[in-house]
Structure formats: C-alpha cells, structure tokens
C-alpha cells in the first residue's frame, strides 16, 4: 500500500499530464489543481479500502477522477425535462415556456447594455415600467401598468399601497391559500391591510358587501379561486356587478385574477374571463401572473386605473420586488404577439396546447407511436383528457391523446417512470393503474426524436 502512495505525484507534475490537455484548454491551473487534489483524496480512499491495487495505472486513476469530478461540477443543476404529463402550466416543470420571439428579446438582451431606465428621445431618465405600458394598454383597455416580480408580489403591494389601514372587504368565500403557504388573509394582514370578512364559504350576496362598508372601508377586494371550485348551494358575486355600488360608495375594486387571460380562451372550452372584459365592466385594479395563462416569464403584472397605479408606483415596497430587464425583455416579446391574436395563437406555446385541436394531437400521437414501434416498444393510443393545471384552471380537463404503456408485473413500471425521471434528460409522464401514460397536448413535435430515442435506451436498460 505504501508503495502504491508513493507513485501518487505532486499535484503540479499531475497537471502536466498529457491526458488533461483537454482540460487546461478549458479551465485554469489553480482550478484544476483543486480538482486534482480532490481527485488523489478519492485514490488515497481507494487504496486504503483496496479498490485500487498494485494493478492498476495510479495516474490514469487520478486523471479519470479529476474528470468525473469536474464535468458533475460544472453540469447545471436546473435543466431541461421533457413534459410528457399534459399539464400546460405544470408549477414544478416551471409553469409557461416562452415563445420564440420572447426568447429571441431575452437573448439579445441578455449581454448587452439596454434602455432600461433611459428615455432615448429625451436623453433624461425614464421608467422601466414604461417600456410594456403602451402594449398593456392597447391589450388590455388599462390606464396605467406595471410589472413586479410575480403576482404573489403584486397582491401583496397592492393591498399595502391601497389598503394600508384601512379595511380591505372579501367573500369568506375567496380567502384562499394558493400554495406555498401563500394564504390571502395572511397576505392582507402582512400588507397591513385589516380584513373585513363577508359572507359564508359557499354563498356571498351583493348585500354583505353593501353591509360591510362603512368609513374606515378602502378596498373591495376579489380573488380568483384559482385553483378549487366550490360546487351546489352557491353564489358568489362577480367583479362586475360590483362595480355599480363600487361607484356609488367611491370604493375602488381590486381583483387578483391569478391567470388573467389576454387571449379569449371561450371558444376552446375554457370559461376565463379576459383582463379587458373585466377592465371595460369597471373594475379599477387588476393583477395576474406573467407565467400563467398569459404564456411569459414569470411576472405580477398590474393594470387599471392612473390613479390608482400612480398610488401604487409611490409605495416603498416597490422597489423591493421590481423586475428586472430580462423579465421586461421577455414579457415584451410576450405582449408583442398578442398584437395579432390569429398568430398568438400559433406562436404562444401556452395557448397552442391549450387550444390545439383534437385532430393535431391524434395525428401527433400517430407518428409518436410508429417511431417507438421501430423501436420495439408499442403503445396504445388512447383518447383521455388532461389538465392544464399551474393553479390556473380548476378542474378543468381537456379531451386529449395519449399514448400508453402497459407491463404486467407491478414492479418493473415503477422502475422504469423513475429511471426516464433520472435520465439525463429527464422524461416526465403520469402513471395511472399500471399505465405509463404519455400526454400528446405538451410534447413537442420537434422532441420526439430526442424523446423516443432517450426513452428508448433507458426502456431497454430497465425491461
Ligand atoms: C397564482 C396566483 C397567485 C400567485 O401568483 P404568482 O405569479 O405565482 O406569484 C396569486 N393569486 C392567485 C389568485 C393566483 O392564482
């Protein structure tokens, strides 16, 4: 044993070696003499516990452990998966993905000095707000907007900016928890906001809210029930018939949609009422998520009244959870192409598989399924719905095509929906009874061949 440590070189004779030129190409000595010395610590252990013998080459160890331990250092940990469940806005897969032209104004942005804050024609200071205000306008019918971090954020300052003190009034009904321990009463309370309960869980009539107000009242506050659905004995009053006793009692209404659509979903089944509908009825604030039914970067975007926004623009908690250019960058390139809403809907991955058509998604199943026939593996093409998920649409279930995997023994399915999920490029898909289901509405055209020969190999690994 001691002889073997013997033949372990100096760290900067190791370095030398021919077989890291690859590496010091790369990276720099004193990097790579850190991963060196880490490397030799690795054979000092294996021969200590007799993994490596007189037999072996001791600098071919060390070189192969210097390898190992840099390309696992320097793999991202965040990384692309391929979404095979059919959930559109999957929270854990990271909600919307970005449409090309997004992308595009995110990359070109990204290592370059911009206009973030410059108002070119007059060479003075600007507002970043300013460079989404006018497309948010046009798209929405708004007054004034702005962009914070998520809508999380945006709730949360809007309350405090309108509401500070005052008594913010909401349905029993609406006070819900959205995930993540993010609780509207909470929220509210942690704005400083003091809230005024109305109602009952299941009903809440236009009277409560007329009760509850009195001098100290300064928000009437709606929130989407994003993510559950209250079904039988209810009523609830939607944001628009508000808006008479709004007015009446000058009290300005704030409702957190949570998805806030731009696109009218309607014709597609999906019952969402769009930001501008709800902007036109006389609701004066408005906040939803960048990444949600809107298809852009994460984001809390606001829009409504000047007024109002004005107000909201003043308060200190701003700054804290303001966007910054590569968010503006990709929400813009998002915004862009809602300007034609024929091509939108082409071009905005989120409403393209929320909106495909039965008839694309069984032809794609069919192409999916023969190139995994080449590959030995059958499936079955089967008609299921899926859901479009992200807390966005409750319930919600979308008629869809789905290829399924069947295996007899209760042991190997497990196996293998973990070891596609292991893969380096890991493959998700929904496990049903024995089934091994894929979801033809989130699989892109373009990944089948990365999915089917990915999946392949780990298949003939496990089966
Ligand atoms: C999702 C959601 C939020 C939080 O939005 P994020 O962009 O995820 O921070 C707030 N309110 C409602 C009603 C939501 O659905």
Do not use: W
Not at 44 to 63: F, G, H, L, Q
Not at 77 to 86: K, S, Y
Request: glycine fraction near 6%; hydrophobic fraction near 40%; include cysteine.
């Amino acid at each position: 044993m001691k002889e073997l440590f013997r033949k372990i070189k100096k760290i900067d004779k190791l370095l030398q070696l021919p077989e890291l030129e690859g590496l010091r190409d790369l990276y720099s000595d004193a990097y790579l003499m850190d991963s060196i010395k880490y490397a030799v610590k690795i054979v000092r252990n294996k021969i200590n516990s007799s993994m490596i013998t007189i037999e072996n080459n001791i600098d071919s160890a060390i070189v192969s452990e210097t390898i190992k331990h840099i390309t696992l250092e320097q793999k991202p940990n965040l990384q692309r998966v391929l979404n095979c469940t059919g959930t559109v806005l999957h929270t854990n897969l990271g909600r919307a993905i970005l449409s090309n032209r997004a992308k595009e104004s995110l990359y070109s942005l990204a290592d370059q000095y911009s206009n973030l804050e410059l108002n070119l024609s007059t060479g003075k200071r600007g507002s970043r707000y300013d460079h989404i205000t006018n497309l948010l306008q046009k798209l929405t019918g708004c007054e004034d907007a702005l962009v914070v971090n998520n809508n999380a954020a945006a709730v949360l300052l809007v309350l405090t900016a309108l509401s500070k003190g005052k008594e913010a009034i909401v349905s029993r009904g609406e006070l819900v928890e959205i995930g993540g321990s993010f609780r509207i009463p909470n929220v509210m309370d942690f704005g400083g906001a003091k809230l005024k309960e109305i109602g009952t869980t299941n009903k809440t009539h236009l009277f409560d809210y007329e009760n509850a107000i009195n001098k100290e009242t300064g928000l009437l506050v709606k929130v989407h029930n994003s993510n559950y659905t209250i079904n039988g004995f209810t009523k609830t009053i939607p944001a628009e018939e508000l808006v008479p006793l709004s007015k009446k009692k000058r009290i300005p209404i704030y409702y957190d949609l949570g998805s806030g659509a731009l696109f009218d979903f309607s014709p597609y089944g999906i019952q969402e009422p769009t930001v501008k509908t709800l902007i036109k009825s006389g609701v004066d604030i408005l906040s939803f998520s960048g990444d949600k039914l809107l298809g852009g970067p994460q984001g809390g975007i606001i829009v409504g009244k000047k007024k109002l926004i004005d107000k909201i623009k003043k308060n200190q908690l701003l700054r804290a959870i303001r966007v910054d250019k590569l968010t503006l960058s990709a929400l813009e390139g998002t915004l862009l192409e809602y300007l034609d809403m024929d091509k939108v809907k082409t071009d905005n991955p989120t409403i393209n598989m929320l909106t495909v058509d039965l008839d694309t998604l069984e032809r794609k199943a069919i192409i999916l399924k023969k190139m995994f026939e080449k590959e030995n593996i059958s499936f079955n093409i089967k008609n299921l719905n899926s859901l479009s998920g992200g807390g966005s649409l409750p319930d919600k279930k979308l008629p869809s095509f789905c290829l399924i995997f069947e295996v007899d023994d209760k042991v190997s399915l497990p196996k293998l929906v973990e070891n596609i999920r292991l893969n380096r490029i890991p493959i998700l898909v929904r496990v049903k009874e024995n089934k091994l289901i894929m979801d033809l509405r989130t699989i892109k055209e373009e990944d089948f061949e990365v999915l089917v020969e990915e999946f392949s190999r780990v298949y003939k690994g496990t089966i």
